[in-house]
């Protein structure tokens, strides 16, 4: 996985081991473990997206793109209350529901 901004904030442990218990290919999990990483992604940048403005989003999206990880976690915890809390809820509830679906793809 890429290290991005958000990095130290999640975990996908448990949807590694999730998978482990599949008769899976190795292609197989990997696939499902960049298709989990690329979503979870999505919704964090939708995340913060949502609570910024026009000229804010700007400055978000310039530092992203620079991979300025200090200035953009600086800009986004200025601009976004609880800009952690709100990330960690977001993918916990990403998370619990790719649970759900590995649940049902086991019986």
């Known amino acids: 996985m890429k290290r991005h901004f958000y990095h130290h904030l999640i ?9 482990d218990d599949l008769d899976l290919s190795v292609e197989e999990r990997k696939e ?10 999505h919704l964090i940048i939708d995340t913060i997206l949502t609570e910024l403005s026009e000229e804010d989003k700007k400055i ?6 620079d991979e300025a990880h200090d200035e953009l976690w600086n800009h986004i915890k200025r601009k976004i209350d609880k800009t952690e809390e709100k990330i960690k809820m977001a993918v916990n509830c990403l998370l619990a529901d ?6 049902k793809a086991k019986e």
């Open 32 to 41: 499902l473990i960049d298709i989990a990483e690329s979503g979870i992604h």
């Open 60 to 65: 978000f999206l310039n530092h992203m793109a």
């Open 11 to 19: 975990t996908i442990d448990s949807i590694h081991a999730a998978l």
């Open 98 to 103: 790719l649970h759900k679906d590995i649940a």
